[in-house]
T-cell receptor, first 112, second 117 residues
Framework: SAVISQKPSRDICQRGTSLTIQCQVD?????MFWYRQQPGQSLTLIAT?????????ESGFVIDKFPISRPNLTFSTLTVSNLSPEDSSIYLC?????????FGQGTRLTVV | AQKITQTQPGMFVQEKEAVTLDCTYD???????LFWYKQPSSGEMIFLIY??????QNATEGRYSLNFQKARKSANLVISASQLGDSAMYFC??????????????FGTGTRLKVLA
């Protein structure tokens, strides 16, 4: 199974700033996903990160707020821009390999 | 639209006993995959078990087994011999195949399991 390293594991950020989360996979994978998990809630898909093209965003999520990069088949970043307290969540990177989804350790973001 | 339903927001079980976490799903696809994940308080998502829609046998992984009833569209997780370390949030998920041939995963709302000593 794919091994995913996600950084940072947690951060506390000021309103109005941005946080960039990195996701590194130990093998080449076609599909990478970014999820948000608000406190006490389930996982909500933000976007699917495609190598060499723009990410595909889900309804309610826009590129200006959640820009994503996918420079190669082993790496992706998610930036959460113009932070507000409502952005306080766990953000999770995931990859699909042989039809199964594997997750990074998650990034716990608190906006103050 | 495809959907996953977990009707138990919270469950308690005595240590060493078995517990069943419910999951029902709704899909019109013939081919799909069902998953269970464990999320401890640290936030990571730990893969537990997988069941393919064409698998005739129920999946098992150590103390975890999946009670797959296709006609009823249910995929309940059974944890045998519960341990204190099993206390966590548990999510049922389904893999949806998109028209592009890519995947998307849909998650239920989760069940918080507390194992009592």
């Amino acid at each position: 199974s794919a091994v995913i390293s996600q950084k940072p594991s947690r951060d506390i950020c000021q309103r109005g700033t941005s946080l960039t989360i990195q996701c590194q996979v130990d093998s080449q994978v076609t599909m990478m996903f970014w999820y948000r998990q608000q406190p006490g809630q389930s996982l909500t898909l933000i976007a699917t990160a495609n190598q060499g093209s723009e990410a595909t965003y889900e309804s309610g999520f826009v590129i200006d707020k959640f820009p994503i990069s996918r420079p190669n088949l082993t790496f992706s970043t998610l930036t959460v821009s113009n932070l507000s307290p409502e952005d306080s969540s766990i953000y999770l990177c995931s990859v699909a390999e042989a039809g199964e989804a594997f997750f990074g350790q998650g990034t716990r973001l608190t906006v103050v | 639209a495809q959907k996953i339903t977990q009707t138990q927001p919270g469950m308690f079980v005595q240590e060493k006993e078995a517990v069943t976490l419910d999951c029902t799903y709704d899909t019109s696809d013939q081919s799909y995959g069902l998953f269970w994940y464990k999320q401890p308080s640290s936030g990571e998502m730990i893969f537990l078990i997988y069941q393919g829609s064409y698998d005739e046998q129920n999946a098992t992984e150590g103390r975890y087994s999946l009670n797959f009833q296709k006609a009823r569209k249910s995929a309940n997780l059974v944890i045998s011999a519960s341990q204190l370390g099993d206390s966590a949030m548990y999510f049922c998920a389904m893999r949806e195949v998109l028209t592009s041939g890519t995947y998307k995963y849909i998650f239920g709302t989760g069940t918080r399991l507390k194992v009592l000593a």
